[in-house]
Structure formats: structure tokens, C-alpha cells
């Protein structure tokens, strides 16, 4: 495998990771306000996309690389995968690493207080009701702390092969 795309992948892991675990490593408390966690998915979502952006210099810097020779979109959308999933990689331990040896017992809180959050948004008790009971089907996902960090990584691939596809579009070309 070709250090440009190592070095962009391990970019993007980092920063993933970095961005998404620093600040429920630094101030768990404030992490777990419910009134922060209306604001979580838009965070959570945009680090994945900011962190993904390696992708695109990534393969900016291996098209460079080629001086002058051709680019198609098939081989730029590849270089593009291969960022992704090394970052996606990364950001996968980086996730496992908080869950299982930082804070084991942070899936734990944070479904009980996600829990109380959905709960003091439902206007009705028969919508609490409905709340509660679909929140304890889906409360399996939060007591497996590798399926957690596998939807969350498999999320940022998901963004990740979007902007490879348009990275892709955008930066092949044919030789000069």
C-alpha cells in the first residue's frame, strides 16, 4: 500500500477519533447534559465529515504524485476507499479504546441519560410509553461496546465512500 494513502488514512483516523472521544474523554460531565445532547448528532455527524476530508487531500497528494500521468475515476475512487477504510479503522479502535479500557462504563450512562432525554421530550404518557419501549429494543446496541463502535465507524464509512465518490468526480483527469 502506497505512504500517501497510509499517512491520509492515519490523518483522518486520528482526527476522527481525536475530535469525536477528546471531549467526552476531557469533560464527561458536560458530555452527558442533556441539554448538550440535542446538539450531539449534528457534532457527531460533522466530525465524521471533517475527519473524512483527509480523503479528498489524500487523494489530491497521490494524484500529484503521478506527475502528470492519467487519473481515472476508477483508480481515484479507489485510492479514495483506501483512506476511508483505514480511517474508518482507526476511528473503530479509538472507539473500542474508550469503550472498553477509558471508560467502561460510559455506553451504561450514556443510554440511561440518552434515556432521559428522549423521555423529557415526549409530550404524553402514552408517547413515553412508546419511547420507553422502543428505546429498551434497540438498548442491546449500547450493551455491546464493539457493535457500537462498529455502527459508528461503519457510519463514517458510509460518509467516507460519498466523498470518495465525489473526490473521485472531481479530481480525475486524463493524461496530459
Known amino acids: 500500500m502506497n505512504k500517501t494513502l497510509v499517512k491520509y488514512g492515519i490523518i483522518g483516523g486520528l ?6 472521544l477528546g471531549p467526552i474523554v476531557l ?3 458536560k458530555y452527558m447534559d442533556p441539554e448538550q445532547m440535542a446538539h450531539g448528532e449534528v457534532i457527531g455527524y460533522s466530525v465524521m465529515v471533517i475527519s473524512m476530508l483527509s480523503v479528498f487531500f489524500g487523494m489530491r497528494a497521490y494524484r500529484k504524485k503521478l506527475d502528470g500521468k492519467s487519473f481515472s475515476f476508477l483508480k481515484a475512487l479507489g ?4 483512506i476511508t477504510v483505514i480511517t474508518c479503522l482507526l476511528f ?9 479500557v477509558i ?18 421530550s ?3 404518557e ?16 449500547l450493551e455491546n461496546s464493539y457493535l457500537y463502535a ?16 465525489i473526490s473521485a468526480m472531481s479530481l480525475k483527469r486524463s493524461a496530459l
Request: aromatic share 12%.
Open 15 to 20: 482526527l476522527a477519533t481525536i475530535l469525536f
Open 103 to 120: 471508560s467502561p462504563n460510559f455506553l451504561k450512562q450514556f443510554g440511561d441519560h440518552y434515556k432521559d432525554y428522549l423521555l423529557q
Open 150 to 165: 462498529l455502527i459508528m465507524s461503519g457510519t463514517t464509512l458510509f460518509i467516507g465512500i460519498i466523498i470518495s465518490l
Open 122 to 124: 415526549a409530550t404524553s
Open 92 to 100: 473503530y479502535l479509538g472507539n473500542i479504546l474508550l469503550y472498553e
Open 27 to 29: 469533560s464527561p460531565e
Open 79 to 82: 485510492v479514495g476507499l483506501q
Open 126 to 141: 402514552s408517547e413515553k410509553s412508546q419511547v420507553l419501549k422502543e428505546f429498551n429494543q434497540n438498548a442491546g446496541v
